[in-house]
């Protein structure tokens, strides 16, 4: 669970590097390019209260000093995200708007230097994330360097395979005629016998009944 709550916060990190960073073009920016970087602070909003609502449930199901201590990582990206929005929702409003100048200018600096810290914490974190999914990425691409090198192993099984069974269909069918060819020899040969057999019978008949006759007349 706590690789996943590290996943989030590293979602968490960019959104709110990104937040940040638009909230800055919301303030001198004007017409349709503002209302376009709000259109997006809005959604990213909604998707760090999302990501913030996912953590709070992984907590939920921890139990021992790692819960105490994530729950409290929580709450600090809730508080974070609270103020963000709070920043966000002071700089979409129109200038004209601004009662105390001095005070909110004042306010505005004392914001750009914690938006500083945040932003170098969040460039950090950016960093880490760029490097894990750097490392992902070369995993993913040794992965598949081994799955192609083992899919063109198993074509050459195949290959090997098919050609193999395509030698014993040959050596099946010579089979086939050699034991067709043995049969007939066989069965020649069984016929040659059997004339050979009629024909000694025939002479043996012949010399008895020659025999038979040549005592006869003697007698």
């Not at 360097?145 to 069918?173: C, P």
């Amino acid at each position: 669970m706590a690789s996943l709550i590290d996943n989030y916060e590293q979602q968490y990190a960019v959104l709110t590097a990104d937040i940040t960073a638009k909230i800055g073009r919301i303030r001198i920016q004007s017409g349709s390019e503002k209302r376009a970087f709000i259109q997006d602070v809005d959604r990213e909003i909604e998707e760090a209260q999302e990501l913030l609502e996912q953590m709070e449930l992984e907590v939920r199901g921890m139990s021992g000093n790692a819960r105490d201590r994530l729950r409290g990582r929580v709450e600090s990206h809730r508080a974070e995200l609270k103020r963000l929005t709070q920043e966000f929702h002071s700089a979409k409003r129109p200038k004209e708007d601004s009662i105390d100048i001095a005070v909110e200018e004042s306010w505005e600096n004392n914001v750009t230097e914690d938006q500083k810290k945040r932003l170098l914490d969040a460039s950090d974190r950016i960093d880490r994330t760029g490097r894990t999914l750097q490392n992902g990425y070369r995993m993913v691409l040794e992965t598949e360097e081994i799955g192609s090198q083992v899919l063109k192993d198993l074509h050459d099984q195949r290959e090997t395979i098919q050609r193999g069974r395509g030698r014993l269909r040959d050596t099946d069918a010579e089979l086939g005629r050699g034991s067709r060819l043995l049969s007939g020899m066989i069965i020649r040969s069984l016929q040659q016998r059997l004339i050979l057999v009629v024909i000694a019978l025939a002479l043996i008949i012949a010399t008895c009944f020659v025999l038979y006759y040549s005592f006869k007349s003697k007698s």
